[in-house]
Antibody, heavy 117, light 106 residues
């Protein structure tokens, strides 16, 4: 079965770039959509973006100007970059496979990223 | 953005109870609605999609119904492993949005 695992720094300084990688095992990332969702105590679950293979990317408009996501099919990985972070970007970040009609399953275990100097 | 409002925010229940959670969308989403379960320290898990379809491997005590703006999620007989937080998510419009969650506790 498909499993996802996020990785990356747990601490990022304000104004810097948050970079995360999600490694997919148990299946190929090709022919599926893959996305990022984050969770904060204050704002709850917030969808960030998703990408299909090398196809179009759908972004949350509220984050679009600061987000970049991509797939590396050779490594079976997807990545997330969030630029110019602030404390408001402190969250648990999840990667997930997007199913038909934009449900998400499965999800990675999540990784906490704290933005602080 | 479509706002998803869940009620109640907390449910106090016992094993064997029937639990019902509602999710209201600020505008119609058809049946493009999913329900997730999240346990502390874990990722959300998809339980119901398309408002009423049970995800593979999910016990039949979980069910969903509704369309348009009003949706219901039901656990027919609460089990000890069902104590968790439940979220709805709409997939009819971008951006995809989630409800604020309903915590089911003893």
């Amino acid at each position: 079965q498909v499993q996802l695992q996020e990785s990356g720094p747990g601490l990022v300084k304000p104004s810097e770039t948050l970079s995360l990688t999600c490694t997919v095992s148990g299946g190929s990332i090709s022919n599926y959509h893959w996305g990022w969702i984050r969770q904060t105590p204050g704002k709850g679950l917030q969808w960030i973006a998703y990408i299909f293979d090398s196809g179009p990317i759908n972004y949350n408009p509220s984050l679009k100007s600061r987000v970049s996501i991509s797939l590396d099919t050779s490594k079976n990985q997807l990545s997330l970059k969030l630029f110019s972070v602030t404390a408001a970007d402190t969250a648990v970040y999840y990667c997930a496979r997007r199913l038909t009609n934009a449900w998400f399953d499965p999800w990675g275990q999540g990784t906490l990223v704290t933005v602080s100097s | 953005d479509i706002q998803m409002t869940q009620s109640p925010s907390f449910v106090s229940a016992s094993v064997g109870d029937r639990v019902t959670i509602t999710c209201r969308a600020s505008q119609g989403v058809g049946t493009y609605l999913a329900w997730y379960q999240q346990k502390p320290g874990k990722a959300p898990k998809l339980l119901i999609y398309s408002a009423s379809s049970l995800q593979s491997g999910v016990p039949s005590r979980f069910s969903g119904s509704g369309s348009g703006t009003d949706f219901t999620f039901t656990i027919s007989s609460l089990q000890p492993e069902d104590f968790a937080t439940y979220y709805c998510q709409q997939a009819n419009n971008f951006p995809l949005t989630f409800g604020g969650g309903t915590k089911v506790e003893i």
